[in-house]
């Protein structure tokens, strides 16, 4: 096999590494070596600009699904609020709040399998109604993750202005019918290619440290280079209590750090964005990632958990070496 020497240097002049190269750096490259081969190549590829991002959940609760992870299943006992799709007024005062901040890109995110007609008739309404007023969000800047939708229900996201459509794909293919028996892989597969087909970029992603292997995660960063995806969220479990995963042990800062070089160099040049979690992650770590690769995070509040402040991000993305 090729030293970690010999694949940046391949990474950098556009080689793209192979999954049994990607598992022996898992296996045998020590992590400094490795995060510092990661941070190389996202310098190469993606410079010094750091993605922010923030969410909305603008519907929350009463899901059908079984996701194991999830607090918003109607299977699982949480304490979460829950509530109907968000009114126009509420959305442009979350818009408003993240455009003054600063934020790149904003995103409405809905709890349940999918949506109505009538539903993404209201959705399209207030996106029009962001991009109206807050400057900083056009120009495809605003998100949707909403599910399952059809093919003409992506369509018309589209229409009103939506850029980007997140649908995660989770966890390795291989690990996914243990997490949810509710719908497949291959469902989530069929969304992703229609929103591709009606002109939206591709946010998909999803979550370590919910029993998997360490090669599946490295599965899970193949699977998303198939795809053509152009940011990846990594979120870091939080088990949440009434959910099954309540009780899942919390990955090793070493794991979380190597997970993170190794989808930057399997992904040379895609956002590896921050998600959920890394506010459980003490703040060295939390600096060291951004030193190993990510060049893209969620900011604010997430869905159903508590972020950080926006401020307090940034002076820490500056420490780091981005702007934002």
Same mark, same amino acid.
């Given at each position: 096999?090729?030293?970690?020497? $010999? ?34 190549? /996202?310098?190469? +590829? ?12 603008? &519907? ?52 349940? &399998? ?18 109206? $007023? ?16 059809? @093919? ?19 966890? *390795?293919?291989?690990? +996914? ?17 229609? *929103? ?28 998303? @280079? ?33 997970? +993170? ?11 590896? /964005? ?16 951004? @030193? ?22 940034? $002076?820490? +993305? ?7």
């Amino acid at each position: 096999m090729k030293s970690i020497e $010999e694949l940046t240097a391949g990474i950098l002049g556009g080689y793209l590494i192979s999954e049994a190269e990607a598992l022996d750096l898992l296996h045998h490259a020590e992590t400094d070596a490795l995060c510092d081969a990661a941070d190389r190549v /996202r310098r190469h +590829f993606m410079g010094d600009r750091l993605d922010t991002c923030s969410i909305m959940n603008a &519907r929350s609760g009463r899901c059908p699904e079984d996701c194991k992870w999830c607090s918003q299943s109607v299977h699982h006992k949480t304490k979460i609020d829950v509530y109907p799709l968000t009114d126009q007024a509420e959305a442009l005062r979350h818009a408003r709040d993240n455009h003054d901040k600063g934020v790149g890109r904003f995103s409405l995110v809905t709890s349940g &399998r999918t949506m109505t007609d009538a539903q993404i008739d209201r959705c399209v309404e207030i996106y029009r109604a962001i991009a109206a $007023e807050c400057e900083r969000f056009r120009g495809g800047m605003l998100c949707a993750s909403m599910g399952l939708l059809t @093919r003409e229900q992506l369509q018309r996201l589209r229409d009103a202005g939506v850029g980007s459509y997140h649908c995660n794909i989770e966890t *390795a293919p291989s690990y +996914f019918p243990k997490l949810c028996s509710t719908h497949t892989l291959d469902e989530k597969l069929r969304t992703i290619g229609w *929103a591709r087909e009606a002109g939206m970029k591709i946010c998909s992603g999803g979550i370590i440290g919910m029993g998997e292997t360490a090669e599946q995660r490295v599965e899970m960063a193949f699977a998303l @280079r198939n795809i053509g995806v152009a940011s990846i969220p990594v979120n870091v479990l939080n088990p949440i209590p009434g959910t099954p995963l309540e009780n899942m042990p919390p990955l090793p800062d070493d794991a979380i750090l190597r997970t +993170f070089a190794l989808f930057r160099l399997i992904n040379p040049a895609v956002y590896i /964005r921050f998600a959920g979690g890394r506010t459980l992650l003490r703040p060295e770590i939390q600096e060291r990632a951004l @030193r190993s690769g990510v060049n893209a995070a969620i900011v604010g509040d997430l869905l159903t958990t508590i972020g950080s402040g926006i401020a307090q991000d940034k $002076e820490m +993305f500056a420490r780091c070496g981005f702007s934002c």
